[in-house]
């Protein structure tokens, strides 16, 4: 572990190679976008919500996003049919946010086209090499996550 005396090495070229892959995906995502009209705030906010109705608070609170900036998000999105805000009937004050039809089908259609182009560039890579990956992925996301706790 931390007595490998090439320990440093690896953990600075894993953190450069993870931060040059997510760019490219980040670079490939937004030219993805552009055939669907969505921004990549957009993309965030809808993956969200795709999980469930939020009130217009959880999603800033999610996105990290001041209320303004929610706001302004929300209405581009309201605008192109992306999704719909509700009252709550509890409380008129409450505004809750769920995705419409045409939402969830961009959101569909712009995830297809994403793993169509991962799996284009992993169907270069061994079978045996992509299981060792999606396993050593996983074990990083379930560290970083524990440490967030």
């Given at each position: 572990m931390r007595d490998d005396p090439d320990f440093g090495g690896y953990v600075a070229e894993i953190e450069n190679v993870l931060r040059m892959v997510s760019i490219i995906i980040r670079k490939?995502?937004?030219?993805?976008?552009?055939?669907?009209n969505v921004t990549p705030p957009q993309l965030n906010a809808l993956n969200?919500?795709?999980h469930g109705i939020l009130t217009m608070g959880e999603l800033g609170q999610k996105m990290?996003?001041?209320?303004?900036t929610a706001t302004d998000l929300i209405d581009r999105m309201e605008r192109n049919g992306l999704i719909q805000r509700e009252r709550d009937t509890?409380?008129?004050?409450?505004?809750?946010?769920?995705m419409t039809v045409k939402g969830n089908e961009v959101i569909?259609?712009?995830l297809n086209a994403?793993?169509?182009?991962?799996?284009?560039?992993?169907?270069?890579?061994?079978?045996?090499?992509?299981?060792a990956l999606v396993d050593n992925l996983h074990k990083i996301y379930e560290l970083m996550k524990a440490e967030e706790v």
């Open positions: 490939r995502g937004r030219d993805i976008l552009e055939n669907f969200f919500l795709r990290y996003l001041a209320c303004s509890s409380d008129r004050r409450v505004i809750r946010l769920k569909d259609e712009v994403r793993k169509r182009y991962l799996a284009g560039v992993l169907a270069k890579v061994a079978s045996e090499d992509r299981k």
